[in-house]
């Protein structure tokens, strides 16, 4: 066993899956789970338990939790006192931002926060959308929603402030976005009195550099192929590379091999395109982790 121990705590709900995955690729292996709260984590220096993140904020400012794994929208809505380390941007099914925004029904007359004056409003972010609606100088009943909230307009309140990734469930239930209060993204944060010991910080520092190189790896592919030398110019001049290829000389001095990173999406043209300008021997393989 390690002789110190970080407190760590992950994202229980709609975080969770896509955050385990991103550790496993970070190199963290998590097992446990379902109904146990408490996971085990491969390097034995790691104590890892999984709360909502909601409540998250609080519990790493308590000191429950040495870092943690949450949103920026709830360290926010929790008014917590932390270190942030480093911004993740992902989401349950995106690697990008999402939105809290003010959406009101498709038939509603409101076309800005001003006409919700005297109005109702549901949303899981009371501070955020009470705060949001003084800067405006609106004065509205804000009522917190336990889920579901986009049901919630216009029958029981005039309109609703909800987070959204793409959009497409407000225009399913027939809203219309009105304005974004906060774009948002996860985060990993840390106590501040944990932020200050060297062997914390470090464990956690290093978290946040895997954890970013993984999220980087997403959606790239790795290609090496060997080239006529005859060939380089045009091969180089089809691969979208995020650096440079690296160009090695072979013991065949009439060739080299090109290796380098692309987009995933790219590769069905990609590919194809490097076999007709020469390229052989060409191999794709996935990446776990891009340190930029």
Partial sequence: MS????????PKGSLQETTLSLLEKAGFRFSGGGRSYTLKCDD?????????SQEMGPYVQEGHFDAGITGLDWV????????VVEDLVYSKASM???????AVPESSPVQSVKDLEGKSIATEVVNLAKNYLADNGVKA?????????????????????????????????????????????????????????????????????????????EGRVGLKMNVRTADLEKVLSI?????SPTVSQLSDKAWVAVETIIEEKTVRECIPALKRAGAAGIVEYPLNKVID
């Fill in 3 to 10: 002789e110190q121990t970080l407190k760590l705590g992950l």
């Fill in 141 to 217: 009943h804000v009522e917190f929603s336990w889920g579901a909230t986009e049901i919630k307009a216009p029958e029981f309140v005039d309109a609703i402030i909800e987070i959204t990734e793409t959009g497409s469930s407000l225009r399913a239930n027939k809203l219309r976005i009105v304005d974004t209060l906060l774009e948002t993204n996860t985060q990993l944060i840390a106590n501040k009195q944990a932020w200050q010991d060297p062997w914390k910080r470090e464990k956690i520092e290093s978290i946040a550099m895997l954890l970013q190189a993984a999220i980087s790896a």
């Fill in 76 to 83: 926010m809505e929790t008014g917590s006192d932390v270190q």
């Fill in 96 to 102: 990008r931002k999402c939105r809290w925004v003010l």
């Fill in 239 to 243: 691969l979208p590379a995020i650096t």
């Fill in 44 to 52: 034995d220096s790691i104590e890892a338990r999984m709360v909502r």
